[in-house]
Antibody, heavy 122, light 113 residues
Framework: EVFLVQSGAEVRKPGESLKISCKDSGDTFANSWIAWVRQMPGKGLEWMGMIYPDDSHVTDDSHIRYNPSFQGHVTFSVDKSIKTAYLQWSSLKASDTAIYYC?????????WGQGTLVTVSS | DIVMTQSPDSLAVSLGERAIINCKSSQSVLNRSNNKNYLAWYQQKPGQPPKLVINWASTRESGVPDRFSGSGSGTDFTLTISSLQAEDVAVYYCQQYYTTPLTFGGGTKVEIK
């Protein structure tokens, strides 16, 4: 069974940067897409995009897919050596306040992290 | 983007009764080359991440009770809970994976009457 463990809740001010993490405790990290999903307070689920950790065979960005609604505002990355995926903002907005989930899968998502609550407030 | 519309927004069902949730996509999610509908259903309980219940519109995930069933094709889909149990209280979401961006329905909240 794959367990995805996310970093803890964060509070930031508008304009600040942030990087949250998702660590895979299983053995499939290098061969599984990791997606990021946003859930704003009291709202539904939004797919932000996904990243394939094993980029050793690619020479372009085909191992990363961004939802156009989020592209340019967030950045996905991975550290294969510690089986961890990251979601990063360089300049947060109040509207980024939400729970962010990482999830394993490219079509559907059969394993989810517990979620990271990000609060952006002045 | 494919827009997923769920109905109703919420429903209250007596224990042991049937709950039916509808999901409609703005375009077909049926891949005619393999005759598969690219649709999943999730259950989200308060304070928890979503849990996959069904994929390919009607295939139950391992460990999901058989009171959960999915049906439909093309643009119209249904999740049925045949005999509602207390532990089924949750918000249910449909999701299409026919094309990116992957999109979810707005959710249906199921409560006990």
């Amino acid at each position: 069974e794959v367990f995805l463990v996310q970093s803890g809740a964060e509070v930031r001010k508008p304009g600040e940067s942030l990087k949250i993490s998702c660590k895979d405790s299983g053995d499939t990290f290098a061969n599984s897409w990791i997606a990021w999903v946003r859930q704003m307070p009291g709202k539904g689920l939004e797919w932000m995009g996904m990243i394939y950790p094993d980029d050793s065979h690619v020479t372009d960005d085909s191992h990363i897919r961004y939802n156009p609604s989020f592209q340019g505002h967030v950045t996905f990355s991975v550290d294969k050596s510690i089986k961890t995926a990251y979601l990063q903002w360089s300049s947060l907005k109040a509207s980024d306040t939400a729970i962010y989930y990482c999830a394993r899968g490219v079509l559907w998502f059969d394993s989810w992290g517990q979620g990271t609550l990000v609060t952006v407030s002045s | 983007d494919i827009v997923m519309t769920q109905s109703p927004d919420s429903l209250a069902v007596s224990l042991g009764e049937r709950a039916i949730i509808n999901c409609k996509s703005s375009q077909s999610v049926l891949n005619r080359s393999n005759n598969k509908n690219y649709l999943a259903w999730y259950q989200q309980k308060p304070g928890q991440p979503p849990k996959l219940v069904i994929n390919w519109a009607s295939t139950r995930e391992s460990g999901v009770p058989d009171r959960f069933s999915g049906s439909g094709s093309g643009t119209d889909f249904t999740l049925t809970i045949s005999s509602l149990q207390a532990e089924d209280v949750a918000v249910y979401y449909c999701q299409q994976y026919y094309t990116t961006p992957l999109t979810f329905g707005g959710g249906t909240k199921v409560e006990i009457k």
